[in-house]
């Protein structure tokens, strides 16, 4: 298995354009987990699935962000308006419950917002 | 609440021992990990530790857990210049289902 393969690996783009992220989990996997790297906050979860469920949200920013899993092979995250603090690195994991504990973290898409 | 707390650097030589510790405050984790992060890459899990559980043994990687006073430790023997990179600790707060909290990370550098 190739692992979690997120696109793309960089993006660039100017304030108040929308962006949006990818995320293919390991196949088979059945949760999966949208986290956000930044130098001041560290790692923090935005969103997780489960069965293409989202099953807490509580740590997406704000109406900006929306996360969809339409099937269990995909998910999207969408940043619309992007704004300069959006910058980061945001990570992709799946893992197959129960062993939730076994996540699989894809390489990142480092996001830059200028 | 849920907070996980790590010193942000440690510097070692080759061959020493190195010793990363964490500490937690949600007594109801019911599982603590250690991942490994490398420059430009994503997380890597190196191990992890059940709640019930006071240690854990894995070739050069050995994690104590000492529930009392809501202390992870990760002991990496014979460190070698490859290991130098983020070390994250992180808990599973009971009945959250796969939501992982994570520390600040550790960089740890090792000297040849």
């Known amino acids: 298995d190739a692992g979690v393969i997120q696109s793309p690996r960089h993006e660039v783009t100017e304030m108040g354009q929308e962006v949006t992220l990818r995320c293919k989990p390991i196949s088979g996997h059945n949760s999966l987990f949208w986290y956000r790297q930044t130098m001041m906050r560290g790692l923090e979860l935005l969103i997780y699935?489960?069965?293409?469920?989202?099953?807490?949200d509580s740590g997406m920013p704000e109406d900006r962000f929306s996360a969809k899993m339409p099937n269990a092979s995909f998910s999207t995250l969408k940043i619309q308006p992007s704004e300069p603090r959006d910058s980061a690195v945001y990570f992709c994991a799946s893992s197959l419950a129960p062993r939730v504990f076994e996540a699989f973290f894809g390489q990142g898409t480092r996001l830059t917002v200028v | 609440g849920e907070d996980v707390e790590q010193s942000l650097f440690l510097s070692v030589r080759e061959g020493d021992s190195s010793v990363i510790n964490c500490t937690y405050t949600d007594s109801s984790s019911t599982y603590l990990y250690w991942y490994k992060q490398e420059p430009g890459a994503g997380l890597q899990l190196l191990t992890y530790i059940f709640s019930n559980m006071d240690m854990k043994q894995d070739q050069r990687l050995t994690v104590l857990l000492n529930k009392k006073d809501k202390h992870l430790s990760l002991r990496i023997a014979d460190t070698q210049t490859g290991d130098s990179a983020i070390y994250f600790c992180a808990e599973t707060p009971y009945n959250q289902g796969g939501k992982l909290i994570f520390g600040q990370g550790t960089e740890l550098s090792v000297k040849p």
């Open positions: 699935f489960n069965n293409n469920v989202p099953i807490d």
